[in-house]
């Protein structure tokens, strides 16, 4: 069975009441819901995960070399300053499905810069909620494509 770690970076925790006229009124635990019964669909092995700590997420994402997992990463706000998070990636060569909420193009200048996207297969953003669903489709597709 094809594993996905769905991997939600710091503030996330807070979706539900954290600016819902940007990020949505949907809380983690509903987005993480809505992963696993998209997940118990397509038949996939999906784990979700989220952390406020830069170490914490880069462990995690060292863990997939053993796991073979495609990751699916909202990284919030280390997106746009951590490039120990791309070095993480770029070390484990597992493919990352980029995903935000809301579209980080049309905010500030600090987010139009991703260090996420050097490393990542693609990014999903702008679609809110649903973007989690598609970036696990899109996931799963790369690891077919792998075999
Ligand atoms: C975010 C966008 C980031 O700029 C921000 O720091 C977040 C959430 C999103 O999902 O839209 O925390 O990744």
Not at 118 to 135: E, F, P, Q, S
Request: proline share 2%; glycine share 6%; aromatic share 4%.
């Amino acid at each position: 069975m094809k594993k996905i770690l769905v991997l939600n970076g710091p503030n996330l925790n807070l979706l539900g009441m954290r600016q819902p006229e940007v990020y949505g009124s949907t809380t983690l635990a509903e987005i993480e819901d809505q992963c696993c019964a998209h997940a118990k669909q397509l038949g996939v092995d999906i784990q979700c995960k989220q952390s406020n700590h830069e170490g914490e997420l880069i462990d995690w994402i060292h863990e997939t070399r053993q796991t073979r997992a495609a990751i699916v990463l909202n990284a919030g706000a280390y997106t746009h300053t951590s490039i120990a998070i791309m070095d993480a990636i770029a070390a484990v060569e597992r493919p990352v499905v980029e995903l935000h909420l809301s579209n980080i193009h049309q905010r500030e200048e600090f987010r139009h810069t991703s260090y996420i996207s050097r490393v990542a297969k693609g990014m999903i953003c702008g679609l809110g909620t649903h973007g989690y669903t598609l970036a696990i489709d899109a996931a799963l597709r790369i690891l077919e494509k792998e075999d």
